[in-house]
């Protein structure tokens, strides 16, 4: 009996798989690659640099101090609630918002500011020569006494206007007189209640 006559002889033989490399062009692109990432790695976190990768320091990760005593952020209370209509330089929009900036009303009385942002305001009010007869929304509910006292100190403090702060306690002897108030009636009201 030959081999040729076994089973096993007349199967061909088991196939092998022969060894294949890794195909040059994807070998060359991870080394450069890899250079890239060495070169960056070596140049921005070196000695000197910021360990943080994008430039920035320790100091600019650091949280936002919080205005002296602790107090409210008003340029924040002035962002979220009052930039949509007098603008974030104060400006306002010509003919619908009047403008917070040189206003004689904001550097004026506090109390009128205050009564302003607690009740709201419809009807004719003039800002620096111009007539407005927009409304204004009441605040009283939306924010605190000590929000209110912030936005108007930064109203007062900002946009080229240089008036006193607002005390926290002014602006609750106003919420407290204009207890369940209507929206104030334009600006013969306003004067009215603070000449």
Wanted: charged share 15%; net charge negative; aromatic share 6%.
């Amino acid at each position: 009996m030959s081999p040729a006559d076994l089973p096993q002889g007349r199967e061909g033989h088991e196939p092998a798989e022969a060894p294949r490399g890794v195909p040059l062009v994807v070998a060359g692109l991870v080394v450069v690659v890899a250079a890239w990432g060495a070169y960056t790695f070596a140049t921005e976190i070196g000695p000197g640099m910021a360990p943080y990768g994008d430039r920035r320091t320790l100091a600019a990760l650091q949280p936002p101090e919080t205005p002296a005593g602790g107090g409210i952020d008003g340029g924040a209370v002035f962002a979220a609630r009052c930039a949509a209509c007098h603008q974030a330089d104060g400006n306002g929009l010509p003919g619908t918002f009047p403008p917070l900036a040189g206003s004689e009303w904001v550097v004026g009385a506090p109390e009128r500011t205050a009564a302003i942002v607690l009740t709201g305001l419809t009807g004719a009010i003039e800002v620096k020569g111009t007539s407005y007869a927009s409304v204004m929304p009441t605040f009283r509910d939306q924010l605190t006494d000590g929000e209110i006292a912030a936005v108007l100190s930064h109203v007062r403090g900002s946009f080229g206007n240089a008036a006193t702060p607002v005390p926290e306690t002014l602006v609750a002897g106003v919420r407290a007189t204009l207890e369940g108030h209507a929206p104030l009636q334009g600006q013969a009201e306003l004067v009215q209640l603070y000449p």
